[in-house]
């Protein structure tokens, strides 16, 4: 059975629209995901959100994920799909490929 393999390449911050729209002082990258955090889908189906992903983040790519997990590919063509989160001050970066269970 396949699964989704997830990979976070990439964390950014966005200072600029921090500075304009965010009024928190303690606010800077995402604080839940770290560059080269691996998670895996789960479920019967390989295509259920992993343990301790970031909701958020997980609305945002379980489509590709679980694509990936069910054997298709991303767009016709894509093995490996690299996605975001949609945060727009301080997005995530991720990579997505389907694995062997």
């Given amino acids: 059975m396949k699964r989704c393999k997830i990979t976070v390449l990439k964390r950014m911050f966005d200072r600029e629209?921090?500075?304009?729209?965010?009024?928190?002082?303690?606010?800077?990258?995402?604080?839940?995901?770290?560059?080269?955090d691996v998670f895996f889908t789960g479920g019967v189906f390989g295509n259920e959100c992993p343990e301790g992903f970031c909701q958020m983040a997980w609305q945002a790519i379980c489509i590709q994920a679980s694509t990936l997990a069910g054997g298709g590919k991303v767009y016709g063509v894509d093995d490996v799909h690299i996605a975001c989160c949609n945060d727009g001050v301080r997005p995530v970066i991720f990579k997505l490929e389907a694995e062997e269970e």
């Fill in 17 to 36: 629209l921090k500075d304009k729209y965010i009024k928190f002082e303690d606010f800077g990258p995402c604080p839940f995901m770290k560059e080269g």
